[in-house]
């Protein structure tokens, strides 16, 4: 089993920064990647970005490329996704994580933070 808490969402305005915190706890040596998705109300789920856990490398969707940062601290099992020039659009609840490997479905997730962008 491993445990997901998110925190950091809340209100700004568009141009705006948050940075979103995702604490694991558990069985974390199993971590393969760890991911951040979010839903916008109305929407279905949508993957925004990710990480490999031991390489570092990272992969995002194209809405926000150049825009949010994932980065992890493996010593806190911690993963971050620092959100920047955030959009009305980027509004929804987001979501972090768990994958233990290459092939396999992301197999854990957190409650969900919401986050909220006024124009």
């Known amino acids: 089993q491993v445990q997901l808490v998110e925190s950091g969402g809340g209100l700004v305005q568009a141009g705006g920064s948050l940075r979103l915190s995702c604490a694991a706890s558990?069985?974390?040596?199993?971590?393969?990647?760890m991911g951040w998705f979010r839903q916008a109300p109305g929407k279905e789920r949508e993957f925004v970005a990710a990480i490999n856990w031991s390489s570092g490398s990272t992969r995002y969707a194209d809405s926000v490329k150049a825009r949010f940062t994932i980065s992890r601290d493996s010593a806190k099992n911690t993963v971050y996704l620092q959100m920047n020039s955030l959009k009305p659009e980027d509004t929804a609840v987001y979501y972090c994580?768990?994958?233990?490997?290459?092939?396999?479905?992301?197999?854990?997730w957190g409650q969900g933070t919401q986050v909220t962008v006024s124009s």
């Open positions: 994580a768990h994958k233990r490997a290459v092939v396999a479905a992301y197999d854990y």
């Open positions: 558990g069985r974390t040596f199993s971590t393969y990647a």
